[in-house]
């Protein structure tokens, strides 16, 4: 049996600040899209210089995580030293491999836009979830199952009585960093490269088996070679992990014959969420990216009809109430000129999260009782998310 080390070596000095780490969290990325959820929980910690925060990759997992965080210029250590490593607290968005590494877990699943836990292999399914934080006789007693929702917690608790003692509903903290970053719109734009005086549709499309861009990649070539035409500035967004599973030069060389003055691809290191906030409206899929353009007032028209029967009480079926669909035989940019914010955006909102604008402050308050560390007085508040030139724009 494997001896695991201490986190000793990491407890050092800061000579800047003339105060002893205390504690080590080790965050875990599996891909770019669970980067930006592990960095969300990371900020409300981060900023304690009791706190060290160093992050890994699974070596046994593909994606560009370990570029974008190098870009980032976060502290990245080799997984094989996350293994041999006792850490006082490991923060994940997937339970994948969990198990092999040492310390209480705080997981983060995403939020799911068909219907909880099903076919939830990009996050882990429910037995991955149970393995990584234990039933309390073995595991990580303390480890925690962060959800979003409280349907979520009903749906896991169905699968999996023992996370009775570990699923806590801490909200979104996506969304609310998102209503966060509003004020930085103008900032945002010109971190993109998009003119002040430009309205601009942003051409989104999740990663799932029936995005446009899986289902359909020449439907949605042509829709944004028809957004082009329409006066509108078009703004292409495809989800990191189709960068990572279908290659960059092959979706550089399949947007390159639309890609002119009025049309902008975004690179796969760009946060998500940071071409919503600098949008004008959004043309996008059933997916949370469009979900989160809804929920932020943002003017939304959908691509396609839902191509599947919609699970009630689904965000899915949410968004699908709250944003019309593009009519393709009608002119594109007259319903762009008349789309409006959702009147039921709140619905989209209340089906993401059931603790709007809380998120911050629930991830401290269960960090700092992992970490066994006294709080501030500074209540835990959801920051704007960052521009980092580096990795977007060299």
């Known amino acids: 049996m494997t001896t695991r080390k201490s986190t000793r070596c990491w407890r050092r000095t800061l000579p800047e600040r003339g105060l002893p780490v205390r504690r080590v969290v ?66 994940s968005a997937s339970a994948r491999q969990l198990d092999r590494l040492s310390g209480p877990i705080l997981l983060l699943p995403g939020v799911s836009t068909q219907g909880v836990f099903r076919g939830s292999s990009h996050h882990g399914d429910v037995t991955d979830i149970a393995r990584a934080v234990g039933d309390g006789s073995e595991g990580h007693p303390w480890s925690v199952v962060a959800l979003a929702h409280d349907r979520d917690r009903q749906a896991l608790l169905k699968r999996w009585s023992g996370a ?43 990663y799932e088996p029936r995005s446009p861009v899986t289902r359909s990649p020449s439907a949605f070539q042509r829709l944004a070679a028809e957004l082009s035409t329409t006066g509108y500035l078009v703004l292409i967004q495809i989800h990191p992990d189709a960068w990572d599973t279908r290659g960059s030069r092959y979706l550089r060389a399949w947007v390159a014959h639309i890609r002119r003055s009025d049309v902008i691809l975004t ?13 004008d409206r959004v043309v996008g899929d059933h997916g949370l990216v469009t979900a989160y353009a809804v929920a932020a007032g943002k003017p939304v028209l959908l691509a396609r009809p839902p191509a599947t029967w919609l699970e009630a009480g689904s965000l899915t079926e949410s968004l699908v109430k709250a944003a019309p669909t593009l009519d393709r035989a009608a002119p594109l940019q007259d319903q762009l000129d008349r789309a409006r914010e959702s009147r039921t955006a709140h619905a989209v909102v209340s089906r993401i999260t059931s603790l709007p604008h809380h998120s911050a402050a629930v991830l401290r308050n269960a960090c700092y009782r992992a970490l066994n560390l006294p709080d501030s007085a500074t209540p835990g508040v959801s920051t704007p998310i960052p521009v980092h030139r580096t990795a977007d724009f060299p």
């Not at 969300?40 to 992050?55: F, G, K, N, S, Y």
């Not at 699923?167 to 509003?182: C, H, I, T, W």
């Not at 690179?267 to 949008?279: E, F, G, M, Q, S």
Request: include cysteine.
């Open 26 to 91: 080790l965050g875990v990325v599996h891909n770019v899209a669970a980067a930006h959820r592990v960095l969300d929980a990371l900020a409300v910690v981060e900023d304690d210089p009791a706190v060290r925060v160093v992050l890994t990759c699974p070596v046994a997992v593909g994606g560009g995580g370990s570029d974008l965080l190098r870009h980032r210029g976060a502290p990245v250590i080799p997984w094989e030293q996350a293994e041999e490593e006792r850490f006082d607290l490991v923060v």
């Open 164 to 206: 009775v003692r570990h699923a806590v509903v801490a909200g979104d903290p996506g969304f609310d960093r998102l209503v966060a970053s509003a004020p930085l719109r103008d900032r945002y734009r010109a971190h993109l490269g998009l003119p002040p005086d430009r309205a601009v549709v942003l051409l989104t499309s999740a």
């Open 267 to 279: 690179k796969p290191t760009t946060d998500l969420r940071i071409p919503v906030v600098a949008a």
